[in-house]
């Protein structure tokens, strides 16, 4: 459905955020997380994406997450997340851009977007779930289903290096994040439910500032009311479109 979705008006000196989530991998091939058939149907979220799941069954989180890193080294970014790398360049020279993803697939990043807070975590990441060892997390595309993997500086079980529920958020992360979304001229959620946080409240602090709040997403999600505009639909059609101006500015159009 090619709705003509009026083109979004952004300065090339403007200052924008954008936050993602699961949607805007969806049209990649990549399931969400809370949409009819997503992970949480598969998988119990507590067994699977907190510490103490990790603590009670290693093997199952590492057989969880190694079945969602094959997924992922196989799926390829979609319209939606170079229609966002275009913004980006648009950006470059006089404005500011800042992309903060719940994503781990790292979708974003192999699409060619450069200023990402990848706030959640890495998918394609291990570290030393002791974190008092001198060891570095590093980047890890390998599958462990046969067992968990242990460190070899220290011997503990190695994890995933993403956030789980229930662990705090990385905090320079988050101040990043919240300074840019108090100091832009425009800040946009694209392929989010809105129900985890802190992120989820991110468009309380645009809505604080006064910020338009532009919403990109399928379905109406829980937190709708606390965006300026609305443009439902699928991210990879939607985000072209109404940055089709921003494509054409920088000769991509
Ligand atoms: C924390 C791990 C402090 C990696 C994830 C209030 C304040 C603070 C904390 C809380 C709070 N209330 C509750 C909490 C605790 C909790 C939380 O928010 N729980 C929720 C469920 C109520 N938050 C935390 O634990 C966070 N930590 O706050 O620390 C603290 C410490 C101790 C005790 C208390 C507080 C940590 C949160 C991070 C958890 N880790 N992932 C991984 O395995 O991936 S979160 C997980 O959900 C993913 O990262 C995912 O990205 C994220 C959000 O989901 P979405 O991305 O929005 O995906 P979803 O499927 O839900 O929605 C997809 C949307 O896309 C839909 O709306 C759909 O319509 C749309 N869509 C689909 N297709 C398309 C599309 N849109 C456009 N185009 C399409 N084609």
């Known amino acids: 459905m090619s709705e003509a979705w009026e083109p979004l008006r952004i300065e090339p000196s403007a200052s924008v955020v954008v936050v993602t989530g699961a949607g805007v991998s ?18 119990d979220l507590e067994r699977v994406a907190t510490p103490r799941g990790f603590a009670m069954d290693p093997d199952l989180v590492w057989r969880f997450y190694s079945e969602r890193r094959a997924q992922v080294l196989g799926c390829e970014p979609n319209p939606g997340h170079r229609a966002l790398v275009a913004l980006e360049r648009y950006l470059e020279p006089r404005g500011r851009f800042l992309l903060v993803t719940q994503n781990v697939d790292g979708l974003h990043q192999r699409a060619g977007s450069r200023r990402v807070l990848p706030i959640h975590g890495s998918l394609l990441r291990t570290r030393c779930s002791n974190d008092t060892c001198p060891s570095q997390p590093f980047d890890d595309e390998q599958s462990y289903m046969d067992g968990a993997p242990r460190c070899t500086t ?34 946009m959620a694209v392929g989010t439910s809105g129900l985890v946080y802190p992120v989820a409240g991110y468009v309380e602090i645009a809505a604080h ?23 439902q639909g699928k991210s990879g059609e939607v985000l072209p479109a ?3 101006s921003v494509a054409e500015a920088i000769g991509l159009g």
């Open 154 to 187: 220290c011997g503990a079980l190695l994890r995933p290096d993403v956030v789980w529920f229930g662990e705090y958020l990385d905090p320079d992360l988050e101040r990043q994040a919240r300074l840019a979304i108090a100091d832009c001229d425009l800040f």
């Open 209 to 231: 500032y006064g910020v338009p709040r532009v919403l990109v997403n399928l379905e109406p999600p829980a937190n709708l009311g606390a965006f300026t505009s609305f443009y």
């Open 242 to 244: 109404i940055l089709r």
């Open 26 to 43: 969806a049209e990649s091939g990549i399931a969400t997380f809370r949409d009819k058939g997503g992970i949480w149907e598969q998988y």
